[in-house]
């Protein structure tokens, strides 16, 4: 996850199996994800570096797989940064493909 110093981003969360929880000690916020809920979560970041994160909430067979880094930048190495995903053709949109434990064609 890139973020931009020093400004307000906020984020969608959303768990497609069971509760997960974002959290990323370094900001000192948590927030949970329950399936059929959308909860968000408003970080503003006031030091560039590299913050680890993780799923805070014990979630299954693949929670201690559930880690992440947040790279805090300058406003113009984000932009830079957005702009390569983009001409790479990454829309950030996550599709079902991405379930370790897809429902059966049956009951979607």
């Known amino acids: 996850l890139y973020l931009p ?19 990323v000690p370094a900001f000192l916020q948590k927030r949970d994800m329950i399936p059929g809920k959308t909860n968000y979560i408003r970080l503003t970041p006031t030091r560039e570096g590299t913050y680890d994160g993780k799923c805070a909430e014990l979630c299954g067979e693949y929670h201690s797989e559930m880690l992440f880094r947040v790279k805090v930048v300058s406003e113009s190495e984000f932009q830079a940064h957005m702009n390569q995903l983009r001409q790479d053709g990454n829309t950030g949109l996550l599709g079902e493909e991405y379930d370790r434990n897809p429902a059966p064609a049956e009951t979607k």
């Open 5 to 23: 110093v020093n400004k307000s981003v906020d984020l969608e969360l959303n768990a497609r199996d069971v509760i997960h929880s974002f959290w």
